[in-house]
């Protein structure tokens, strides 16, 4: 093995899908791309990682909502046109011919082009670190979408998409301590 450089070792984990996050200030809808998201145990509480740099942060702050919309492959030039123009001088949903549907719980909308939506309320926010907590409160999957790969970002512009899926359900069944 060879060293590397230590500043690039976030490369090597890589947190899960890159998702698109939509909130509502009271006005106007916008989407933010996120590559650093996690779940929090076996239930819907989630976190990313965002801060005032994003224009989407004071919606999160003011509201206290959001939704976490998940992109596929097809939608990468998608998810990486509105990572990088801000919704304080560009509609989003306009300009990448997103459709904003409505949710049951928050004001921000569901993305309809993508696999699937999570509806999510603001828990906490970890100023220290840029977290932000949140509990799902809704979810959705449309299972009539043929395209169902999703994007991983590596960091550095590149990205990984997921590929075969291997079933190991039953191995792991006799391992899961009860309750999960």
């Known amino acids: 093995m060879r060293q590397m450089k230590l500043?690039?070792?976030?490369?090597?984990?890589?947190?899960?899908?890159?998702?698109?996050?939509?909130t509502h200030d009271g006005s106007k809808n916008?989407?933010?791309?996120?590559?650093?998201?996690?779940?929090?145990?076996?239930?819907?509480m989630f976190a990313m990682t965002t801060g005032p740099w994003n224009y989407s942060f004071a919606a999160l702050q003011k509201n206290r909502e959001c939704v976490i919309a998940i992109p596929?492959?097809?939608?990468?030039?998608?998810?990486?046109?509105?990572g990088t123009c801000s919704g304080a001088d560009t509609d989003k949903f306009?300009?990448?011919g997103l459709t904003a549907a409505k949710g049951k719980a928050v004001q921000a909308?569901?993305?309809?082009?993508?696999?699937?939506?999570?509806?999510?309320?603001?828990?906490?926010?970890?100023?220290a670190h840029d977290i932000v907590v949140l509990e799902g409160v809704a979810a959705y999957f449309n299972s009539a979408?043929?395209?169902?790969?999703?994007?991983?970002?590596?960091?550095?512009?590149?990205?990984?998409?997921?590929?075969?899926?291997?079933?190991?359900?039953?191995?792991?069944?006799?391992?899961?301590?009860?309750?999960h």
């Open 94 to 96: 306009a300009k990448f």
């Open 145 to 179: 979408r043929k395209e169902k790969r999703m994007l991983h970002a590596v960091g550095d512009g590149t990205f990984v998409v997921d590929g075969r899926t291997y079933d190991r359900k039953k191995m792991m069944a006799a391992k899961l301590p009860s309750g």
């Open 72 to 82: 596929t492959v097809d939608l990468l030039d998608t998810v990486v046109g509105v």
């Open 7 to 22: 500043s690039r070792a976030f490369t090597l984990i890589e947190p899960g899908p890159v998702v698109l996050v939509t």
């Open 109 to 127: 909308p569901l993305i309809a082009e993508c696999l699937a939506n999570i509806e999510c309320r603001v828990v906490d926010f970890v100023g």
């Open 30 to 44: 916008n989407i933010m791309t996120i590559s650093w998201t996690m779940v929090m145990d076996f239930t819907p």
